[in-house]
């Protein structure tokens, strides 16, 4: 008994066969760890994308959400992977994805898959920061009713008085107001900046800028929903900054709206007609926390 149990011979197989079964154990969970990460990242990713995607829907139908959302989702390969999307406060848009994920060495055990989940909630706010407006504002004391014909004034009498105005965002001159109207201006503006009123005769290059716009828009009259019609336009809510004795010289800006100009300007027209609308779009809240004027930026809030 005593050289049995000194006997030393198959050791070193025994100790082999226990290095291989554990270091088998190792590799086949790093095989399932790594498959299960890889597949939350990427469900992770696709619920961000479709709530940031489809959130900004929201101020047009429920239909246009759902249809947004879909196009991600199959543009990621999950479309059957949709377990929830809800829309809450007409403000917020919640996405949960659900699948289930095949599992290679666990299933030597008994264990064929685990559900993997991914949520995602993004959230319309005031815009508070952004490129692309164009050289008018309106005042903060006009109430928005959204839908309702509005006309924006522009001649040269009353272009910078009243309750809208024509603001020199690219500085002075017909020319630069002219480009700024009809491309929009490149640099970011925010709530807080300190912009100068526009002088002068622009109802020319008003008329050029707005009928471009309009001549640039593919769609049907009245469909606003579209994202890359001209006729919406980004325009600037402000307050009065510097006033002269009868002339408003600056402004400042308190907010953003969206502009959907409705009608061609003739050579006798002095105004922009169109409606206000609410839309969400390219920009960021920033930390002004700006009241709501219908132009939202989006942002994952989880």
Do not use: W
């Amino acid at each position: 008994m005593k050289n049995i149990l000194h006997k030393e011979d198959g050791n070193a197989f025994v100790l082999i066969a226990l290095s291989f079964a554990l270091m088998l154990a190792i590799f086949g969970l790093v095989i399932d760890g790594g498959h299960l990460y890889m597949t939350k990242s990427h469900l992770q990713k696709t619920a961000n994308a479709a709530a940031l995607s489809g959130a900004q829907e929201i101020p047009n139908t429920q239909e246009a959400v759902d249809r947004v959302v879909g196009e991600i989702l199959d543009s990621h390969g999950e479309k059957e992977s949709l377990f929830l999307s809800s829309i809450e406060n007409g403000q917020q848009l919640q996405i949960e994805l659900e699948k289930k994920v095949p599992l290679f060495f666990a299933s030597l055990f008994g264990f064929e898959h685990i559900t993997v989940q991914a949520y995602a909630k993004a959230a319309l706010t005031p815009l508070g920061e952004a490129s692309g407006a164009v050289p008018l504002g309106v005042d903060e004391s006009v109430e928005l009713k959204y839908g309702e014909q509005y006309s924006l004034k522009v001649d040269a009498g009353d272009s910078t008085g009243g309750n809208f105005g024509v603001l020199a965002l690219d500085g002075p001159g017909a020319k630069s107001y002219g480009d700024s109207l009809t491309y929009g201006f490149d640099e970011k503006l925010k709530v807080g900046d300190i912009i100068n009123t526009q002088t002068g005769n622009i109802a020319g290059a008003t008329r050029t800028g707005i009928n471009y716009r309009i001549d640039n828009c593919p769609y049907p009259s009245g469909d606003f929903q579209q994202r890359d019609c001209p006729r919406v336009m980004l325009v600037l809510v402000y307050k009065p900054y510097t006033q002269t004795t009868n002339q408003l010289t600056s402004v400042q800006i308190t907010g953003f709206a969206y502009f959907y100009v409705t009608d061609r300007m003739s050579s006798t027209d002095d105004s922009i007609k169109g409606i206000f609308i609410k839309r969400a779009g390219a920009g960021l809240t920033g930390s002004a926390m700006p009241p709501d004027r219908g132009a939202y930026a989006i942002k994952l809030i989880r």
